[in-house]
Every structure is written in structure tokens, then in C-alpha cells.
Nanobody, 117 residues
Framework: QVQLVESGGGLVQAGGSLRLSCTASGSIFSISTMGWYRQAPGKQRELVATITSGGSTNYADSVKGRFTISRDNAKNTVYLQMNSLKPEDTAIYYC???????????WGQGTQVTVSS
């Protein structure tokens, strides 16, 4: 029922910025919690940030103060603004949509973010 398409990944230098976008198909975006997750080589996928339908946000400690998650319901899009990037942020970033009822999680294909020293 839902397809997620991420964009905005790329190569940046340490200290730089990047903005990721994820656009969802369907009609349930506005009532769904959205999230960004990342997975580095050899590591498990981890939470980066989430935003509820009401706009409440949550961040991993490692990105708090540097990353900002936001959403535009008119565009069915969630964003991740990444500032002060570090090499440790290098990973594939995945968009996630949590359908409220019936509960189900949809995942995007991922977009590569590489931060060079």
C-alpha cells in the first residue's frame, strides 16, 4: 500500500551538511509516525530520528543537536537535515513509515551518506 523513495544522499566533508528527503505514496502519511534509520557496514540498523503525526520528535543521542527531522504533510515528505556531519555518520540511511492501523512498518530502499575526513 505504501512506497517510500529517499533522496539527497551523497558525499560530503566532515563538518558539512546534507538534507535527506523521503516521499511516501498513498494516503496514510499524515497519520503515521515517520523515522530515519541508518546502517553502517558491519553494524545493525539503528534509530536516527522519529517524528509523530503530531510533530513530536525523538533523536538518537549520537545525532542530537546536529540533526533535525521534519515533515510536510502536504507533500507526503519527511526530511532529515544533517549538520556538522562526522565520518561516524557514514551509513545507508533508511526512511520508515509506521502505519497506525493495522500496525505495519514500511521501509524505503535506502540512500548512501558518506562523510569524508
Amino acid at each position: 500500500q505504501v512506497q517510500l523513495v529517499e533522496s539527497g544522499g551523497g558525499l560530503v566533508q566532515a563538518g558539512g551538511s546534507l538534507r535527506l528527503s523521503c516521499t511516501a505514496s498513498g494516503s496514510i502519511f499524515s497519520i503515521s509516525t515517520m523515522g530515519w534509520y541508518r546502517q553502517a557496514p558491519g553494524k545493525q540498523r539503528e534509530l536516527v530520528a522519529t517524528i509523530t503525526s503530531g510533530g513530536s520528535t525523538n533523536y538518537a543521542d549520537s545525532v542530537k543537536g546536529r540533526f533535525t527531522i521534519s515533515r510536510d504533510n502536504a507533500k507526503n515528505t519527511v526530511y532529515l537535515q544533517m549538520n556538522s556531519l562526522k565520518p561516524e555518520d557514514t551509513a545507508i540511511y533508511y526512511c520508515r513509515l509506521q502505519r497506525p492501523f493495522p500496525a505495519y512498518a514500511y521501509w524505503g530502499q535506502g540512500t548512501q551518506v558518506t562523510v569524508s575526513s
